[in-house]
């Protein structure tokens, strides 16, 4: 579902086509009349100033633009008896700018910049709102893109590393459950080098909690699970035994975390790898 913006307790449908973020200006409209919104746009597209701002951004934007129909368009617009709806701009001019969506979620949709312009004609003070929370969302995608970016990477490298444990740590002829238990205890040797804990002690400790501790990381913690993942690929590989491997990976662990939050940091107990 696309993202919905509020803007001065109006809800504004947002878009997205072939890379191009459009909001629905059909929305924008009801902010200042509810009832007539197709007559408030086809009032701004009869505007002179509008013709010629949605002609010229076609003509930055849209390699397939028709500029003889624009011109013919805009000879007339001014003009008492000029009418001109967002479908007749479309299929004359061959605009991408706008799109008109038929439907119960239907409406007319303006790529940013031209949505920005009519809601300026609505309200300047709506218009800078809904500048105001265009770019938080904006800023609220970028931010979850990252996560997942992080998340993805971390998922890519497990992928590595049970490749690694499939060659290496798994011998001839066991069972799917043994198999099943060496990919645990690689998991666990990797939560104890990071987080100190095995995933059923996290259980354990956090109980009332969703999801598992890597749900639960910091985004310093994540990218530091991917590297200690890379790494721990490389040492199975080099038939390093399971408690040095645990060693080493906790080492890193310290001084990848040191570096990255800027101060020393404990990840996992002594006894914890003794025990390893």
Avoid at 230 to 241: C, E, P
């Amino acid at each position: 579902m696309a993202a919905k913006l509020e803007v001065l307790e109006q809800q504004i449908a947002t878009y997205t086509k072939d890379g191009i973020e459009y909001i629905c200006i059909t929305d924008i409209a009801r902010y200042k009349n509810s009832a007539h919104t197709d007559d408030l746009i086809r009032n701004w597209l009869r505007n002179r100033n509008t013709v010629e701002f949605l002609g010229i951004w076609e003509q930055l934007n849209n390699p397939e633009f028709n500029p003889v129909e624009f011109d013919g368009i805009k000879k007339q617009a001014g003009l008492n008896s000029f009418t001109l709806t967002s479908k007749q701009w479309i299929e004359q001019t061959n605009a991408i700018g706008l799109i008109s969506k038929a439907g119960r979620y239907g409406g007319t949709y303006a790529q940013k910049d031209i949505a920005f312009e009519f809601a300026s004609w609505i309200s300047v003070e709506f218009k800078l709102y809904l500048i105001k929370e265009f770019q938080r969302l904006k800023e609220q995608e970028l931010q979850q893109l990252g996560w997942d970016i992080r998340r993805n990477l971390a998922k890519v490298n497990y992928l590595i590393h049970t490749d690694a444990i499939k060659q290496n740590l798994i011998p001839d002829a066991i069972t799917s459950a043994q198999i099943s238990h060496i990919y645990a205890d690689e998991a666990d040797l990797l939560n104890v080098a990071l987080f100190g804990v095995t995933a059923r002690q996290w259980r354990d400790q956090y109980s009332d909690l969703k999801g598992n501790m890597r749900d639960h990381a910091n985004v310093h913690q994540l990218v530091c699970l991917a590297n200690l993942e890379a790494m721990n690929a490389y040492l199975i590989q080099q038939q390093v035994s399971a408690p040095e491997r645990l060693r080493q990976l906790n080492e890193l662990a310290i001084h990848q975390m040191t570096i990255l939050t800027r101060q020393p940091i404990a990840l996992a107990n002594q006894s914890t790898l003794e025990q390893g």
